[in-house]
């Protein structure tokens, strides 16, 4: 069972352990990670949070590139061509590895990708600008009855966390609400900000970057936020949505069960970093431990199965 960042200073392994477990074999040396997203995004926000506790941890540096192309697909088509020595490590996302290889040949299969550990997400929630008329969840239900499809809501691209959650909470709610895709979440931000929405189905993070420019009417996780305590889940308000775009670590298919384990640890040790946490909240990000094995086939498997029947019902695939 996955461990939220409420509890993840109750790790079962102490920062020490971990560090000498691992010193002996895993990092051997310089570590590149791979991220297959151009730079800026949170996927890179992230790693880059990651490298100086890695340096801290394991004396070693590591090395963050990029791979860009097809929403991430490039990158993942390519993984498995990669050394399996530990020296390549990249980052993935859901619902991207899960829904791209549903719409066609992307060069990748979601089994094709040795996932090692998932550790943190950015749950989706509903941003409206500070001076909107919509205070509560309750508002934009009843503004979105009164006026089927006429509530418009950015959000980053077709397919995205943000996509499905809007179709999974108008299925909830009994609303028909208007997703309009932008490339990102800064062009989505761009527009809401503009008026060119009314709302946006954005990220927790999009309330840390932009404070009083906007306000965001529920969170879609299990507990609030603790960055924004005022801010109840769709859950406290009888939805039971609990999503956002998950991000982890994958290695080579070459890559041994040690190999495997050893990058789950290291990366399971900076999460249960207490400055690493605290930067990761501050952010707005939520963290997550999920460990390679058959924790990760299951946590996997239970996202894909609710990714895929809204992808469905959104028209993303057939």
Not at 63 to 89: E, R
Not at 119 to 141: E, G
Not at 143 to 156: D, H, M, Q, R, V
């Amino acid at each position: 069972m996955k461990r939220t960042f409420l509890a993840a200073a109750a790790a079962a392994f102490t920062l020490a352990t971990a560090t000498a477990t691992l010193a002996g074999d895993f990092p051997s040396g310089k570590v590149d990670y791979v991220i297959p997203f151009g730079p800026g995004g949170e996927s890179d926000v992230t790693a880059r949070f990651q490298q100086p506790f890695f340096k801290k941890l394991f004396g070693e540096d590591l090395v963050v590139s990029y791979k860009p192309g097809g929403g991430g697909a490039v990158g993942w088509s390519q993984l498995n061509s990669m050394a399996g020595d530990g020296t390549k490590i990249m980052g993935i996302n859901l619902p991207h590895i899960v829904i791209k290889p549903e719409t066609g040949d992307v060069g990748f299969k979601t089994d094709d990708i040795t996932s090692v550990y998932m550790f943190h997400y950015t749950p989706d929630a509903i941003v409206v600008r500070a001076d909107s008329d919509m205070n509560s969840l309750q508002d934009v239900i009843d503004y979105a009855k009164a006026n089927p499809k006429k509530l418009t809501f950015s959000g980053s691209g077709k397919g995205t966390a943000n996509h499905l959650a809007q179709v999974k909470f108008d299925q909830m709610a009994g609303t028909t609400t208007t997703y309009v895709s932008f490339k990102g979440t800064g062009a989505a931000v761009t527009a809401l900000l503009g008026g060119q929405v009314k709302a946006e189905w954005g990220y927790t993070t999009v309330g840390a970057k932009q404070g009083d420019k906007v306000r965001m009417l529920a969170v879609a996780m299990e507990s609030r936020h603790p960055a924004f305590p005022d801010v109840p889940t769709f859950k406290e308000l009888g939805f039971d949505i609990v999503s956002g775009a998950y991000r982890g670590i994958a290695v080579p298919s070459s890559a041994s069960e040690d190999t495997r384990k050893a990058v789950s640890d290291a990366i399971a040790a900076i999460n249960a970093d207490a400055g690493f946490q605290k930067q990761m909240i501050d952010g707005g990000f939520a963290l997550v431990d999920v460990a390679y094995g058959a924790e990760m086939d299951a946590f996997i498997a239970q996202k894909s199965s609710g990714y895929i029947a809204a992808a469905k019902a959104a028209g993303v695939i057939k």
